[in-house]
Every structure is written in C-alpha cells, then in structure tokens.
C-alpha cells in the first residue's frame, strides 16, 4: 500500500512569485507510514501460488500465455483502482478500499465482489498448503475404513477454520493483517530465498556468479528483504496496538456507532 504524498505549494505572494522558505509539499511521513512500504511486498507474495498452478498445468507449454493474459488484466486494473482511490481520497484513503464508499447499492454489490474474489483467492492459496499437510499427517491406509478417512479429512478441516478464526480475532484489522502477512511471509519467500537458493545451486554446481547476479541477489538479500520484513513488522505492530487502544483488545464486544 503505497502512500502517495500530497504536496501543496503555498508561499508565493503578489511582488514575488517563488516559493518562500517555508513551502512544503505535505506533512513529514511519520515512521509507520514509511513502514507501510513494507507492505507492498504482499501484492507481489500473492502471485506465487502462480507457480503452483503452472506445474499441474496439462500443458505448461501454455503458462506464458496464461501469465501475458492474466498480468495483462491484472495490472491494468490494479493501477486504475489505487490511482482513483488516491485521487478522490488522498491520504485518507482507507486500507480496505470499499470502506471509502458510500452506502448504497453500489456498495454492496462491490462487497460481494470483493467477497467473492477473497473466497476464490484463499482457495487457490490453500491448495498448496492443504495437500501437504493432508501428505504428510492425513496419509490412508489400504485399511482405513471410509468413516475413519472422513474422520481424518473433517478433522483437518476443522483445525484449519480453528486457526482461520483465531487469526481474525487477534487481527481483525484489514490493513495489518495485510502488512504482517506480506511481512512474515511474503518478504522472505520474495526478497530472501530466491537470491540464497540461487547461490547455493551455483555453488553446488561450482559455476561463479555473475556481477549483475551478485548485484541483483544482493539487493533483494540484503536490502529488499530487511527493510520490507522489519518496516512490515514494525507497521503492523504499531497499527495494532493503536486500533487495540480504540476498538478493545483482542476477543472483546466492542459496540460500533451510535
């Protein structure tokens, strides 16, 4: 979630047309809104399981078309979104876009929308985790009976949707589970573990990287990944505890509007 700043040039008088000394293009970032940039990481996170998809493709001959296509709307509509957002709203654009609407239909049919692409969007992102987990822990025997293999796959179910609620009731704020999530998860599968698996693939093999590739894995390594992950955490941290101060902590009633 970029935060575009807003500047304003004020100063100028009648006899003299430059800007004073005191001209400023906005209010100075405070520490949590540079570390919102951290965040951005989770926009790029979310396209991994793209992987996932390509490798149980029937051709995966097709991927880049499938890529081409997709990013094509993908990025388009994105940019579209946060410009308007950014344009109509400025700074005070809340984290969860539709909240910047007005009640009405159109609200409520962007809500469903929005309902419907996060329900596709986790199931798309579960499938990984759900097989892996079911390998490894859910394995059936020849001899398992039916029941014992519901038992076994209901069971797995009902601890993922357990762990699903208690996430939601310790971060029940939009923005900030976005930012811890491309934090803790997305900065280190993005920035950190690409470079460090390429280098000891390289070095495996004994082949010497190349000055672009030292520089490229460096960045992301040692730059990129500390300061999305450290900004990300911090962000997250210090969002939480401010809405905790107003909302009530963690599995508290608390009553909204008047």
Same mark, same amino acid.
């Given at each position: 979630?970029?935060?575009?700043?807003?500047?304003?040039?004020?100063?100028?008088?009648?006899?003299?047309?430059?800007?004073?000394?005191?001209?400023?293009?906005?209010?100075?970032?405070?520490?949590?809104?540079?570390?919102?940039?951290?965040?951005?990481?989770?926009?790029?996170?979310?396209?991994?399981?793209?992987?996932?998809?390509?490798?149980?493709?029937?051709?995966?001959?097709?991927?880049?078309?499938?890529?081409?296509?997709?990013?094509?709307?993908?990025?388009?509509?994105?940019?579209?979104?946060?410009?308007?957002?950014?344009?109509?709203?400025?700074?005070?654009?809340?984290?969860?876009?539709?909240?910047?609407?007005?009640?009405?239909?159109?609200?409520?049919?962007?809500?469903?929308?929005?309902?419907?692409?996060?329900?596709?969007?986790?199931?798309?992102?579960?499938?990984?985790?759900?097989?892996?987990?079911?390998?490894?822990?859910?394995?059936?025997?020849?001899?398992? $009976?039916?029941?014992?293999?519901?038992?076994?796959?209901?069971?797995?179910?009902?601890?993922?949707?357990?762990?699903?609620?208690?996430?939601?009731?310790?971060?029940?704020?939009?923005?900030?589970?976005?930012?811890?999530?491309?934090?803790?998860?997305? $900065?280190?599968?993005?920035?950190?573990?690409?470079?460090?698996?390429?280098?000891?693939?390289?070095?495996?093999?004994?082949?010497?990287?190349?000055?672009?590739?030292?520089?490229?894995?460096?960045?992301?390594?040692?730059?990129?990944?500390?300061?999305?992950?450290?900004?990300?955490?911090?962000?997250?941290?210090? $969002?939480?505890?401010?809405?905790?101060?107003?909302?009530?902590?963690?599995?508290?009633?608390?009553?909204?509007?008047?």
């Amino acid at each position: 979630h970029w935060r575009l700043a807003k500047g304003s040039m004020v100063g100028t008088n009648n006899n003299n047309s430059s800007l004073n000394p005191h001209t400023t293009l906005g209010p100075k970032p405070s520490p949590t809104q540079i570390c919102l940039l951290g965040s951005v990481s989770t926009t790029f996170f979310a396209q991994t399981f793209l992987l996932e998809i390509m490798s149980e493709m029937k051709n995966t001959g097709d991927w880049p078309k499938a890529l081409w296509l997709g990013q094509g709307i993908m990025i388009p509509a994105y940019t579209l979104t946060a410009a308007l957002g950014y344009y109509f709203k400025g700074s005070g654009v809340p984290a969860f876009l539709p909240s910047a609407l007005d009640d009405g239909p159109l609200k409520i049919i962007i809500s469903l929308l929005v309902a419907y692409h996060v329900l596709a969007a986790y199931l798309l992102n579960n499938v990984a985790m759900v097989r892996l987990l079911k390998a490894e822990y859910f394995t059936y025997r020849e001899t398992d $009976s039916e029941n014992y293999r519901l038992f076994k796959h209901w069971t797995l179910c009902v601890v993922i949707c357990a762990f699903a609620w208690l996430i939601a009731e310790l971060v029940p704020f939009f923005g900030d589970l976005v930012t811890i999530i491309g934090a803790v998860t997305g $900065s280190p599968v993005m920035f950190a573990l690409p470079p460090l698996f390429y280098y000891l693939a390289l070095k495996q093999k004994g082949v010497e990287m190349s000055v672009f590739d030292k520089a490229m894995c460096g960045t992301c390594f040692f730059i990129l990944f500390p300061v999305t992950f450290l900004c990300g955490i911090v962000a997250s941290m210090n $969002s939480m505890v401010e809405h905790w101060s107003q909302n009530g902590p963690p599995f508290s009633c608390t009553a909204s509007g008047e």
